[in-house]
């Protein structure tokens, strides 16, 4: 539902239509053999209808331009929310094969998966090497004081990202 890239093109086209029929109507009113139509009256008209058009083009484009963003940022959350599905229903997945099914790059695959922890929607943990992202409930991962990856102690308190000492995992907390 992008309802602002739709109000935009109806009134631009609105806009559009003001400036054309009062176009043609000068023109038929200027052209005929009696016509009685003065430059002065001519250019009234004209600045008439492009004060009634230029708002509606104005809020047209702003409209339409502000709806292409939004759409962009759905998709960008649409992917998110995809990912997460994934990751939640595999219980772990390859970052690379993250980025192939989500048809984005890795580094893209990171970010959100960053993003998705700070929002608190996520916990697991990273391991680096392999490049697999674990799910893990945040309950199991606050029960242990131990990396999941290499059993190294950590310390697991807060929110947020963990990095293990031992072997660079990146473990993810939610509140």
Known sequence: MNTGKTIGIILVVMGIGICAVAGVWLLAAAA???SNLELTG???GGALAF???APAV???VFLFVRGQR???QMAQVEKEQTLLGMIQAQ???SIPE???ELDVGRDQVEHWIYDLVDKGLFAGYINWDDRVLYSRDASQMRGQNS???CGGEVELAGKGVIKCPYCGAEIFLTA
Do not use: F, K, S, Y
Request: glycine content about 16%; hydrophobic content about 55%.
């Open 147 to 149: 990396c999941p990856n």
């Open 70 to 72: 939004e759409a962009v």
């Open 98 to 100: 993250a980025a192939i």
């Open 91 to 93: 219980g772990q997945i």
């Open 42 to 44: 001519a250019i009234l």
């Open 32 to 34: 005929g053999p009696e």
């Open 58 to 60: 104005g809020a047209g």
């Open 51 to 53: 004060i009634l058009a």
